[in-house]
């Protein structure tokens, strides 16, 4: 059993430039999370998702930020106009409604994001 | 609004020792609690979790105590290893929906 991937580890960016992460969840798990943490603090709640369909948004979400999961497997999450305060690590993380903890949320290597 | 708080940004515990991490929380809607570990570069691992239901859950070397009536909760790792360093981070949810994570302990074993 795979865990949770995600994909670039690593992007560094000009302001102002578009970017786009992705993120493969465990197998079969049908809740997908994303979250973004910055240096001395926890991750904070961004978006997630149960199958295709995107139940919440923080009011993190700008409008710049988008993210996706079309087919109810992987989900993508772009950045449109990146800021330097975008820099951070964007963690991804999956569970499962049907498991016996569906509480239990496992997260990804995430992708660590600077804007110069 | 700062709904789960680790007061403690580091903890230096010798080898061998009980280590006791604390974690304070204010939504008295929440109703499953967890703790994560997370080294440099990594994403946070589950350790262990416990049910609003409960006041104790224990898996190893690791146990949990939830007290609601103080909305508190402790992780304690006992007898603790060099492996152990690392952050920890406790987290909350309500109906097995978003994390609400604490600002994270930084634990340091002393061999």
């Known amino acids: 059993d795979t865990g949770v991937s995600q994909d670039p580890r690593h992007k560094i960016t000009k302001r102002g430039q578009n970017v786009t992460f992705r993120c493969d969840p465990i197998s079969e798990h049908n809740r997908l999370y994303w979250y973004r943490q910055t240096l001395g603090q926890g991750p904070e709640f961004l978006t997630y998702?149960?199958?295709?369909?995107?139940?919440?948004k923080s009011r993190l979400l700008s409008d710049r930020f988008s993210a996706e999961r079309p087919k109810g497997s992987f989900s993508t999450l772009e950045i449109q106009r990146t800021e330097q305060g975008d820099s951070a690590m964007y963690l991804c993380?999956?569970?499962?409604?049907?498991?016996?903890?569906?509480?239990?949320?496992?997260f990804g290597p995430g992708t660590r994001l600077l804007v110069l | 609004d700062q709904q789960v708080k680790q007061n403690s940004p580091s903890l230096s515990v010798q080898e061998g020792r009980i280590s006791i991490l604390n974690c304070d929380y204010t939504n008295s809607m929440f109703d499953y609690f967890l703790w994560y570990k997370k080294y440099p570069a990594e994403g946070p691992t589950f350790l262990i979790s416990?049910?609003?239901?409960?006041d104790k859950n224990e898996d190893g070397r690791f146990t949990v105590f939830l007290n609601k009536s103080a909305k508190h909760l402790s992780l304690h790792i006992v007898p603790s290893q060099p492996g152990d360093s690392a952050v920890y981070f406790c987290?909350?949810?309500?109906?097995?929906?978003?994390?609400?994570f604490g600002q994270g302990t930084r634990l340091t074993i002393n061999p």
């Open positions: 998702f149960q199958n295709e369909a995107q139940l919440e």
């Open positions: 987290a909350a949810s309500v109906g097995a929906q978003k994390l609400v």
């Open positions: 416990i049910s609003s239901i409960k």
């Open positions: 993380a999956s569970s499962s409604t049907q498991g016996r903890t569906p509480e239990t949320q496992y």
